[in-house]
């Protein structure tokens, strides 16, 4: 299963229609895969719907159904997010440990780890999967009668010029006032383009496999700083941490300067990435556009 654009697919309203379609079945088929823990499995569903809303973005102003789809995804993955949210404070301390080589930090881990494994065993986890699969499935009865109001790249160039656009002033913003909002808000905008880039790919292979790769690892830089920062705040904010005060004070240390490493290396990054105004790509791409479906 291929996450972009066929030539088959005949008009960008089937491609939405059939990626829409396998993007639901292959969460369905996790849903019921019996070999995948409960932690990936919801990571994955997160992730399919984050895909599906990407989806939906590139057609956004051909779409007269957009609002209401995007906030049906949107609300079916939110009852799987507090349980993501407590496994993804793991998966941060163990890739700043990762990243800075810090040692001594192991009753941190622990106590990430125990208060994971006390939200999995009170959460509703069963209500939850059951109640993502029924909006998943109403969800695929409506993919069916999805229409677009243009065609050809007409039904694509408005939101891919839209989130480009708001990517780039992301980035702006970002290194005016890099705090957590802002960094959080660039992100989600560059992941829009990330999504873009590979559903566009076929209409010039080499140039957007490259850019898709870039995005992939700039959505990732501001992922990880997101993720420090939640960490940090859950830190900052906790009244009953256990083992020395000194232990946590030094790990916050460690969560800050990451997190500079972190905004430098995205911020040169994304300037390269988001140089040309949204008009000249979305030209571009245009072109690319007409000589793919020659």
């Known amino acids: 299963m291929a996450y972009r654009l066929k030539t088959s697919d005949g008009s960008p309203q089937a491609a939405l229609r059939r990626i829409a379609m396998e993007e639901i079945d292959a969460g369905l ?53 507090g349980l993501r949210d407590v496994e993804g404070m793991v998966e941060t301390f163990d890739k700043l440990v990762a990243a800075t080589g ?20 009170q959460a509703d986890v069963a209500e939850d999967l059951a109640a993502f699969r029924a909006d998943l499935l109403a969800l695929r009865q409506r993919v069916k009668q999805w229409e677009l109001e243009t065609r050809g790249f007409k039904a694509l160039r408005g939101g891919l010029e839209k989130t480009y656009a ?7 913003a970002a ?36 850019r898709a790769r870039r995005l992939r690892h700039l959505s990732e830089l501001l992922g990880d700083h997101h993720d420090l920062a939640l960490l940090d705040g859950f830190i900052s904010g906790a009244a009953d941490l256990p083992g020395d005060p000194a ?22 990054l994304g300037a390269r990435l988001f140089a040309s105004p949204a008009e000249d790509l979305a030209a571009r791409w245009t072109r690319w556009w007409n000589r793919w479906r020659g």
Do not use: C
């Not at 997160?46 to 609300?75: Q, S």
């Not at 708001?166 to 702006?172: D, L, P, Q, V």
């Not at 800050?256 to 040169?268: I, K, N, P, S």
């Open 102 to 121: 810090a040692e001594g930090f192991a009753p941190i881990r622990a106590h990430l780890v125990a208060r994971r494994d006390a939200a999995a065993a």
């Open 247 to 268: 232990l946590w004070a030094a790990f916050r240390k460690r969560i800050a300067a990451r997190q500079a490493a972190l905004e430098t290396e995205a911020q040169a």
């Open 166 to 172: 708001r990517a780039r002033a992301g980035r702006e």
């Open 175 to 210: 290194s005016r006032t890099p705090d957590m909002a802002s960094i959080h808000e660039w992100r989600k905008r560059v992941k829009d383009q990330w999504y873009h880039t590979r559903l566009l790919r076929p209409v010039n292979e080499d140039a957007l496999k490259r």
């Open 29 to 81: 088929a996790e849903l019921d895969d019996p070999d995948m823990n409960l932690h990936d499995k919801v990571h994955q569903l997160r992730k399919r719907a984050k895909r599906l809303r990407g989806l939906i973005r590139l057609v956004r102003p051909a779409f007269p159904d957009y609002a209401e789809e995007n906030a049906a995804i949107r609300d079916a993955a939110r009852r799987l997010s």
